[in-house]
């Protein structure tokens, strides 16, 4: 590559991108290896040394308890709140003037929060939940468009100590019902809609119909934010900007944070798995917080003069962790945006880079994938030297995109940090930072501490270049401590395959340099466009429709999604079959679940692989599809 290169410290092999010598003497961590032998040789001296970068009311006497795995503990007898450390601490320094937040609608529209600001409005929702008796433990959902709002609720909940169960606003009635149900929430904050795509996304009529499903919760706050008319319930509906200015108290503007053990939970999120019911995956205070400000400080290389934009949604992980949380710990100013990149031309992210000067950019390949097909002409026409590293998240990234985001965004001069991660690691596990060498669709190695695995069926190391499980050797201080209410499937999910090791679901490859890529689940888990998806929540809302008495769900390749759904289904004696039904099938999917569970195709057929104690084999399924070998079908019925 150009002259600008450090020598490389070996050579790599296959297409491989050194670092510029700027990169690595500007970067925070500008020997990468050097971190690597420190964690490795002092793991729980590694983290302590992290979480000696935040503030606690009272330090930790354990880093790390072992003594009952798969449950482990980290930072034992450390007092804190997370809100301590993404508000409090900036508020008594200089940065209570620096930007937290740069929010712009998708109409265009825009609102900016000081740190000082963020914090008033943090400390009067917050006395607003109080009100309502929301206090420690209590459960708060919070189904919201992209705005400031969503971030000022989960923030006042995590102050009070009270759980948030944020649920993505792209999802529907059932996927919503089920989750409100599942974590008895008495609070559900909402939004009259949001817009997307030009259109607006009506949520809280879809909170009315999942509310009639359900055992109402006692309160459901509303955020006016696109005007429209909805209906509000006497005595259980109320709207945000009236109880926001509500005289509660004569300190309203104030609102002390919860002292925390280092091991109460902060936030529940629901994700997919292989049968059943969305997994509430459970995350706590202490170690949440110092997993995720150290990798988003060490990967993303973050600075005092940074503008960060994380594009995800805050209803997810990626939402959470650097959206929410690390940002605001490591005193960043994020850019959030609301809407569509495609709207209302596909330039959209491109403007929002050059005109709030985005200096770190994090996205998805689907994205990638879907912009690149406008062509490079659209980011050609904006000023995007602002930008200094990129990031992606959530799926493989095929290395043509890869090279097209490296060369039209990052103009070759910012490398792409690919983050492998899961809503249950909380962190960033496997990625590289910015002084190291980089390969097209590979997210490098472990970060730092974190000990990874490519393992075959007998639990021995693949040989490299092997297809095999990935796996997590060691605990690290986001994991997931729990399922919500279910420690059984807890242990019987991650760590029952091989005990002592964390099994992620994911298959993988390690490389004769020791760089990781992964491949894709290996589980029932389906990812659409980014977006994890269980065939088992899409099979039981195929078959909730009356036509339907069975449905088979997999995931075939797709050009832009990376993954797209194909449903099989047996219709109900009688049901005549065709164009009109289908329809109304993609119709029903959107939503009872959301658009995003569309099937791409749907299928009518007369009988399913089956084994003989009745699982459908959707291996099979997705064999035929690809005009595969249908490998051992010794247990099929017929
Ligand atoms: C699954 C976790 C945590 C980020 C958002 C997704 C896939 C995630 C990558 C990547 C290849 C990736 C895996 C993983 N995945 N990042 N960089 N390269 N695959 O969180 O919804 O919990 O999904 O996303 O399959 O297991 P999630």
Redesign the pocket.
Known sequence: MEEQQTSPPQTLHGEVYYPSAETVTQANIPDPEAVRCEAEADLTGYWARRAGELEWYRKWDTVLDESNPPFYKWFVGGKTNIVANALDRHVRTWRRNKLALIWEGEKGDLKTYSYHALNREVCKFANVLKSMGTGKGDRVTIYMPRIPETVIAMLATAKLGAIHSVVYGGFSVEALHGRIEDSESKVIVTADGGYMNGKVVELKKIVDEALQRTAAPENVVVVKHTGREVNMEAGRDYWYHELMNLPLTRNSMKCETEVMDAEDPLFILY?SGTTGKPKAVLHTHGGYQVGIYATLKDVFDLKEEDRWWCT?DPG???GHSYIVYAPLIAGATSVMYEGAPTYPFPDRWWTIIEKYGVSVFYSTPTAIRGLMRFGASWPNRHDLSSLRILG??????NPEAWRWFHKNIGKERCPIM????????GMFM?APTPAMPLKPGS?TKPYFGVQADVLDEHGNSVKPGEEGFLVLKRPWPAMLRTIYKDPDRYMKTYWSKYPGLYL???SARKDEDGYFW?I??VDD?I?VS???LGTAELESALVSHPAIAEAAVIGLPHEIKGVAIHAYVITKAGVETGETLVEELKRHMAHEVGPIAKPEKIEFVSSLPKTRSGKIMRRVLKARALGMAEGDLSTLED
């Open positions: 994700t995800a997810w992980i990626t992606s998240v959530g799926e493989p990234i690919d983050t492998w991660w899961q809503t249950e690691t496997i997210g992620a679901g994911d992964v894709g689940r888990v990812k980014g977006y994890r």
